[in-house]
């Protein structure tokens, strides 16, 4: 293989670990707030079940 090609698979393989870490970032921080919204009796939480 050539260099280019070496470093463009490097780059891929970065990218997609890049957008895989920042999807798990977000999950986490869904279920952060869903279970802050939980403990947290405020109107949030009451609209939240009310849809």
Do not use: G, Y
């Not at 090609?5 to 921080?29: D, N, W």
Request: net charge positive.
């Amino acid at each position: 293989k050539s260099d280019e090609e070496i470093i463009a698979l490097v780059i891929k393989q970065r990218t997609e670990a890049a957008v895989e870490f920042k999807r798990s970032i977000e999950q986490s921080l869904n279920q952060l707030s869903h279970i802050s919204s939980e403990f947290d009796p405020s109107s949030q939480k009451r609209r939240k079940m009310s849809l």
